[in-house]
């Protein structure tokens, strides 16, 4: 996704009312936003809930969003401070529906840890967004969704020797991208 990409599709939302631009905007994003609300929520159904949320209101918002100076950081705001508000609402039932449950124990981090810890988060989901497509595709299904190479190379119908080069691929890429940027 290219910055005059984005910029021509929201240009076309704002003068053309364009579904299609929005279409176009919702596939070129969705996989990200998704992948940042699930990082904060852990839970798909609400991860998808929380993103379907934000396109509702980004279309809502389409005549102002050519004036945000950079659409993929708002994006990323809007999810993750959806997210957090969904959590809170989720604890705050929790609390109110499971007074004879034990709280579970949460780690607490410093806020510079909690900021280091959202930036890094960040930064991987732009350079996972940049790898080529088979690239980012093997890498999330064994390091995130932790199927085996076997079952990769059975779904993607590759040999588990193209599996195995896709990871090291994407590997060596995301930590050359990861290391740029910092």
Known sequence: MTESEVRKLLRQMKELDSQTAFRDFYNMTYDRLFRIAYYYV???EWSQEIVLD??????????TLLDVKNIEDY?????????LNYLEKESKYTTIHSDSLP???EQSYSPEESL???????????????????????????????????????ELDISIKTVDTQLQKAVTRLKEMILSSG
């Open 54 to 63: 934000i396109f509702l209101k980004l279309w809502k918002q389409r005549d």
């Open 103 to 105: 709280e579970p124990q």
């Open 116 to 154: 280091i810890s959202e930036e890094l988060f960040a930064i991987y989901v732009k350079a996972l967004d940049r790898l080529p497509e088979r690239c980012r595709e093997v890498f999330i299904r064994i390091r995130e969704e932790k199927q085996s190479y076997a079952q990769v190379a059975e």
């Open 42 to 44: 852990k839970q798909e």
């Open 75 to 83: 994006c990323f705001i809007l999810v993750k401070n959806a997210s």
